[in-house]
């Protein structure tokens, strides 16, 4: 869960008498539908606007309400290039506050309130991810009888309006169920609305990699891989995990 907590704070309004469900669609945007009882809400179009964790920055948010099986249901969109930099300061990893009004009704009416993480309903996980991060390859830059280095280049898009920082990353290369190298970095910048290529530097365990691989790589071939870990985006709210599983190929740079 906490690994789209970034993608998700961008439509958490839900007041504790709403109920909402939320699908990434792509990598631009974020639907999300929002439920209550059929007698707070008429049928028709709807015009408002969200904010979260008090927030002065808002979204506005548009859309059709309409009735069924004793609810009303507001299916909306929320761009992520809308997303407020301010939303992202204010980000708590234990949960948010809310705040969704309408606007331009015959008379005012809003929802607020406070949710925790875990009451955050997603459809879509690991497929969702892998709009926004993909391991391009991984290729040894040394490869010696008694040492060898690697590398790995992921790709990890941005889809917001404002930078984010990776605080710090831990992986482990797998190969054949064999654990070959490691490594970590500090400090990498994810710039705005753009895909962000990042090079992780891998410490290879001569050893292990050569009794898992040895034969394809001194044959030239490559070596189905996997990279397991971990990057830490850093918020002023706290910060937030994002698992890595991704598989691959090793390759021999030279």
């Not at 979260?52 to 009735?67: F, K, L, R």
């Amino acid at each position: 869960m906490a690994a789209l907590a970034l993608l998700l704070f961008a439509v958490q309004a839900a007041a504790g008498s709403l109920g909402f469900s939320l699908k990434v669609e792509g990598q631009t945007e974020l639907r999300v539908t929002l439920s209550g009882p059929a007698a707070e809400l008429p049928p028709g179009a709807f015009r408002g606007a969200i904010a979260i964790n008090g927030s002065a920055a808002e979204v506005p948010v548009a859309g059709t309400v309409t009735h069924a099986a004793g609810l009303w249901q507001l299916p909306v969109v929320v761009r992520y290039a809308d997303v407020p930099a301010d939303w992202a300061d204010r980000f708590r990893a234990d949960g948010f506050t809310y705040r969704l009004r309408v606007s331009g009704g015959p008379a005012p009416k809003e929802w607020t309130g406070t949710r925790s993480w875990k009451d955050v309903e997603i459809e879509g996980g690991k497929e969702t991810l892998a709009d926004f991060l993909t391991l391009d390859d991984v290729s040894l830059t040394q490869m010696s009888l008694l040492s060898s280095e690697a590398e790995a280049r992921l790709s990890m898009r941005n889809p917001f309006s404002f930078p984010l920082k990776i605080a710090s990353s831990q992986y482990t290369l797998v190969a054949n169920g064999r654990d070959v190298g490691s490594g970590e970095t500090q400090g990498m910048l994810l710039h705005a609305a753009q895909k962000n290529v990042l090079t992780l530097p891998i410490e290879v365990d001569h050893g292990e990699l050569i009794s898992a691989a040895g034969k394809a790589l001194v044959a030239g071939g490559e070596v189905a891989v996997k990279l397991r870990g971990r990057l830490v985006i850093r918020l002023k709210g706290g910060d937030v995990v994002v698992p890595l599983g991704l598989t691959g190929n090793l390759s021999d740079a030279s």
